[in-house]
């Protein structure tokens, strides 16, 4: 209890009830389920919305990827990679690293009936190391190394491709227009091009660690 009492007194960290998260997710159900559609959760915590978003993302390939594994292990991918937090503890971030993996393997190993791939492992491991980052969402930098908040975008190839550009969240949040749209959006509005930092080859997805 004290320490509940302290998080709150230092973070304004306050837990949000599952009912809550459901509810207030409910609200946006069509973007919720859409594979393409990016959250970003400036203090995600220990995850309960990017979870729940990301079960309902799963479920969504589940239904549409039944028979090709490659297809549904692609689409487990673009769901992860879609997801991105900050939170000022790096506990916090830890555990939500591990609850939105442990997701992904345990849907994984029930539809497939298999163990999860050490390749798809380490890919959405690699992912969640990106997209999920210890940091200040007020002064956009990490409280520990002081180093500026950098998050990449995951663009689609064709063959099953993925090319990862990094960007400096606040090189993002310069753009006007990202007031207005989900985080990388490419849903054809008026396009934002924030200035990478780092630009790499499109490679195979398993193969992006």
């Known amino acids: 209890m004290e320490e509940k009492i302290f998080q709150v007194r230092k973070y304004g960290e306050v837990y949000t009830e599952a009912k ?3 509810r207030m997710i409910d609200e946006i159900n069509f973007e919720s389920t859409r594979l393409e559609s990016t959250f970003l959760e400036p203090a995600c915590g220990d995850g309960n919305f990017l979870l729940e978003i990301l079960y309902r993302k799963i479920k969504t390939v589940e239904l549409r990827y039944k028979k ?20 000022i503890q790096e506990k916090n971030v830890k555990e939500c690293r591990e609850r939105l993996y442990k997701c992904v393997k345990s849907n ?21 190391s990106k997209n ?36 400096t969240f606040k090189s993002v949040l310069n753009y006007e227009s990202i007031q207005s749209l989900p985080l990388f959006s490419d849903l054809g509005e008026p396009a934002f091009i924030p200035e990478p930092i780092n630009e790499n ?3 195979f997805f398993l193969d992006i660690a």
Do not use: C
């Open 108 to 128: 994984y190993e029930n539809h497939l009936d298999k163990i999860m791939s050490k390749e798809f492992n380490n890919a959405i491991n690699f992912v969640l």
């Open 132 to 167: 999920i980052q210890p940091g200040d969402a007020l002064n956009l930098i990490n409280p520990v190394t002081k180093n500026p908040i950098i998050f990449s975008k995951w663009s689609v190839f064709p063959k099953y491709k993925i090319k990862r550009t990094d960007y």
């Open 68 to 87: 090709i594994e490659l297809d549904f292990q692609f689409n487990i991918f673009l769901s992860i990679a879609s997801l991105y937090g900050i939170d």
């Open 201 to 203: 080859n499109p490679v």
């Open 20 to 22: 809550e998260v459901n």
